[in-house]
């Protein structure tokens, strides 16, 4: 069992920076893959970004060259965090952190599955105003 406690949402003009954080713990949460989903009215769940423990990172098409993921490894705790740069009114949605356990030889391409993640965090509020 994993916990996920999400941070950095918020309301930003186009072009804006916005830094999102995710605080997985729990047993064995230094394991996990940790991806950022989101999510706007009406379509699909995406993935933007995803990290695998071992470092094998997943970027979506529309947010290669200004997002950026990373994972920071704290005792017993791991933080993902999403840096966003000239975002976009399109960036507007629901973002969700998501965890699991994959294994090491888990392609790039499929970090990006959300059936995968078994853990969620509530979700936090991305608003890019044009």
């Known amino acids: 069992q994993v916990q996920l406690v999400e941070s950095g949402g918020g309301l930003v003009q186009a072009g804006d920076s916005l830094r999102l954080s995710c605080v997985a713990s729990?047993?064995?949460?230094?394991?996990?893959?940790l991806g950022w989903f989101r999510q706007a009215p009406g379509k699909e769940r995406q993935c933007v970004a995803a990290?695998?423990?071992?470092?094998?990172?997943?970027?979506a098409d529309s947010t290669k060259g200004r997002f950026i993921i990373s994972r920071d490894t704290t005792d017993d705790k791991v933080t993902a965090s999403l840096q966003m740069t000239n975002l976009k009114p399109e960036d507007t949605a629901v973002y969700y952190c998501?965890?699991?356990?994959?294994?090491?030889?888990?392609?790039?391409?499929?970090?990006?599955?959300?059936?995968?993640?078994?853990?969620w965090g509530q979700g936090t509020q991305v608003t890019v105003s044009s």
């Open positions: 998501a965890a699991a356990l994959l294994g090491r030889s888990t392609s790039a391409l499929n970090l990006a599955i959300w059936k995968l993640y078994p853990y």
């Open positions: 990290i695998h423990s071992g470092g094998t990172t997943y970027y």
């Open positions: 729990g047993r064995k949460a230094v394991m996990y893959t």
